[in-house]
């Protein structure tokens, strides 16, 4: 188990990582999700010890690793930009970590082979990195970094070099993998669809610290905060004051696109349209609010909708009431 406990890091007079407190389960997939600049990569580095803390510890499997340095902690990284060794083959890229420890020939060649073939790239172990696919090459620097059986793993948005079909791949592939290790995955990203797919849990980074930490569906259903509430989702939870439903002054509801019914006390007008599939979006102004709303049938600019709420969250002052 991975403690971060009050993890506080400033650069200069800005605070970036604001006290920081969560438990990381062995084995677990966890995401560290977040907008651009909100700190995740430093939180990262923190992990890995390229950064140091202004205050707070981090304690893995009960010892304190705070001020070990990094080539010591035990921890595979894979980052965005991964540099492979671009004059060896894929075998000696992935041996690199091993021979740089002094294993034997023999247990070099059974670990590079056991991993090659947990990422499927056995038929190409031979074959120089600057001419496999980028897909390939992601894949050898996954397979460099676990190669050595680290404590856990940090991963730095590691397929958002892939293009869209190869990523949704990779990610089941991730997941696969991270299972099979049975590994302590912390990864990083500000993409919430990559997030809501992979994670077992999702921890979102906002304003230097957790905002809310727990399993995709829960932050889906039940945003701690209209922040989230609108970050998580393929469209952001639609918001209106209370009042439009009968509800008290200062209370205000979310409601997800797919949590309505046609007919009801709403009024929208379509103000554009989104076809997914079956799925129709539709963009409605319902008096000066903003509604994104799901329908079942064609629906064109300038229609009029009547809808109800099928289900919604109540929120005061940005925050989810119980
Ligand atoms: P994210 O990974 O979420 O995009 P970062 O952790 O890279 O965010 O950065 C968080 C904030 O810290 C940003 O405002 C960034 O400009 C600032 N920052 C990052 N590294 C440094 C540094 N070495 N010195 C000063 N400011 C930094």
């Known amino acids: 188990m991975i403690q971060l406990d009050d993890i506080t890091k400033r650069y200069g007079s800005k605070v970036i990582l604001n006290g920081v407190t969560e438990k990381i389960e062995t084995g677990e997939f966890f995401v560290i999700l ?3 600049g909100a700190g995740k990569s430093t939180l990262l580095k923190v992990f890995a010890g390229i950064e ?31 540099a492979l060794y671009p004059n060896m083959s894929v075998y000696d890229n992935i041996a690199f970590p091993l021979k740089v420890r002094r294993l034997s020939k023999n247990k070099i060649d059974e670990k590079v082979r056991n991993v090659a073939k947990l990422l ?3 038929d190409i172990l031979n074959m120089n990195v600057t001419k496999i696919s980028g897909g390939q090459q992601q894949r050898v620097a996954i397979a460099r970094a676990i190669v050595r059986e680290p404590s856990f793993y ?5 397929l958002s070099n892939l293009d869209a079909r190869v990523r949704f ?24 669809k990559e997030a809501m797919s992979l994670a077992d849990r999702v921890a979102v980074l ?12 829960d ?3 039940f945003p701690k905060t209209r922040w989230i509430g609108e970050f998580i989702g393929d469209f952001p939870m639609n918001f209106l004051p209370g009042k439009e439903l009968g509800l008290e002054e200062g209370i205000e509801i979310g409601f997800r696109p797919e949590w309505i019914k046609e007919g009801g006390e709403l009024k929208g007008t379509v103000e554009s349209v989104e076809v997914l599939g079956e799925n129709v979006y539709a963009f409605c102004t319902v ?28 929120f005061r002052d940005g925050k989810l009431l119980e």
């Open 120 to 122: 499927g790239i056995s």
């Open 206 to 217: 906002h304003n230097g610290n957790f905002e809310q930490v727990g399993k995709p569906m």
């Open 219 to 221: 932050l889906y259903e």
């Open 154 to 158: 940090l991963l730095d948005e590691p």
């Open 169 to 192: 791949v990779a990610r089941g592939e991730l997941k696969r993998i991270q299972k099979e290790l049975n590994g302590t995955f912390i990864y990083v990203t500000h993409d919430q």
């Open 34 to 36: 977040g907008p651009s």
């Open 287 to 314: 008096k000066d609010y903003r509604i994104t709303i799901l329908v079942r049938k064609t629906v064109d600019v300038g229609d009029e909708i009547t809808f109800g709420v099928t289900k919604f969250r109540k």
């Open 52 to 82: 140091k803390l202004d205050k707070g510890k981090i304690i893995v499997d009960g010892k304190d690793i705070t001020n070990l340095p990094p080539e010591k902690r035990n921890v595979a990284m894979v980052f965005q930009n991964y």
